[in-house]
């Protein structure tokens, strides 16, 4: 006998701690409908961007918006002013930006992979990823100075130089952590737990992946070639050995396999910055005060970060808008649970490496 209740997960729960609940419609252990509640948190950020703040301050407002993605959020308003004021960096600061937004695309990942591990029982591997992203962690703050709001882009350069001693650094850690990933992906593609039997389950297909404007990680597993890498002319990623990784089975497993090699990719991109880096200032005198409108996109660890900037010419600006790649994720992350069973739930939940807090802006 069919029996159909209602479940909620989140937002106060163990495989879920975001300011979201998800309210699963279940036919005994099936899901059969699902409604998302994003209402929980609102931070007033973008508010404060155009009512406290003057727009040199801005950028590091923003960064708190999210801790695992903080130098993204800096860059992509640091970019729109930018366009606004007429200004466009040289190579060389082009280059530290995307090295730090490639290191923080490995440790997010890495969060990522370790909570998949810590849902599937792996609680010593969790461990074991976590202690293995410290070292990003090291270079980041040895870079910028701080461990999670690092303070490092600014309008017009960045706010710090790489020196010989920081380049050594990057290259030792990040060699050691290519080995301990080349180790983590046998892991993951021959582990039956860990990975193996979550092929076939929160499966999203290529065409729902068009369907819902999926994007990021979840896109990308699903075979749907979509990374503002390839697009945008911000930043010079094809000069330093961007690749797009694309899977195609749109499940858990080939969700942790982007990520995985997108770690690989990145890294090998982090030590072509460092060993090329072009000759030039860290910093350059921008004048003038942000007229017009402005709109950047970014790819963040998690896809699209969308932002629009609007000024009058005067030092508060009169709208920032920020869309995160999370919320502009939940209709396709919705479609996915429907047909899955209950108990998968809370694997395809960090398959979707949800960041709900900085959509709460």
């Not at 050594?168 to 080349?182: M, Q």
């Not at 729902?208 to 404007?213: D, L, Q």
């Not at 910055?273 to 005198?285: A, C, S, T």
Request: charged share 25%.
């Amino acid at each position: 006998m069919k029996k159909t209740v209602q479940i909620p997960l989140g937002s106060q729960h163990i495989s879920l701690l975001e300011p979201i609940r998800f309210k699963f419609e279940c036919e005994n252990e099936k899901i059969i409908g699902v409604d998302a509640d994003v209402g929980f948190v609102h931070r007033g950020v973008e508010l404060a961007c155009t009512r406290k703040f003057e727009f040199k301050q801005v950028g590091y407002v923003v960064a708190r918006v999210c801790g695992l993605c903080a130098i993204t959020h800096s860059l992509s308003y640091t970019l729109a002013v930018e366009k606004l004021l007429g200004y466009e960096a040289n190579d060389r600061i082009k280059y530290l930006r995307m090295l730090m937004v490639e290191l923080d695309r490995i440790h997010s990942h890495m969060l990522c992979l370790a909570h998949t591990a810590e849902n599937a029982g792996f609680e010593a591997l969790f461990m074991q990823i976590m202690a293995q992203r410290e070292p990003v962690m090291d270079i980041q703050e040895a870079i910028s100075g701080n461990r999670v709001q690092f303070d490092y882009i600014s309008i017009g350069g960045v706010n710090r130089d790489l020196t010989p001693d920081l380049s050594a650094l990057i290259h030792k850690n990040l060699a050691a952590l290519s080995e301990k990933v080349d180790a983590l992906m046998m892991l993951f593609d021959t582990n039956w737990s860990l990975s193996l039997k979550y092929k076939g389950i929160g499966v999203l297909s290529l065409e729902n992946a068009y369907t819902y404007n999926a994007l990021g990680p979840l896109a990308r597993a699903a075979g749907l070639a979509s990374d503002v890498r390839s697009e945008s002319s911000d930043l010079p990623y094809e000069a330093v050995g961007y690749t797009m990784v694309l899977e195609s089975s749109g499940d858990i497993h080939a969700r942790n396999f982007v990520r995985l090699r997108e770690i690989v990719n990145s890294i090998a991109m982090c030590r072509n910055i460092v060993d090329n880096l072009p000759v030039g200032e860290i910093q350059e005198k921008v004048k003038g005060k942000p007229k017009g409108e402005a709109v950047v996109r970014v790819e963040a660890p998690r896809g699209e970060l969308f932002y629009l900037v609007r000024g009058s010419g005067q030092n508060i600006l009169e709208r920032v808008r920020i869309k995160t790649p999370t919320f502009s994720g939940i209709p396709a992350m919705m479609e996915v649970f429907k047909g899955s069973q209950y108990a998968d739930a809370p694997a395809i939940l960090a398959s979707f490496d949800p960041c709900m807090s900085c959509t709460a802006k």
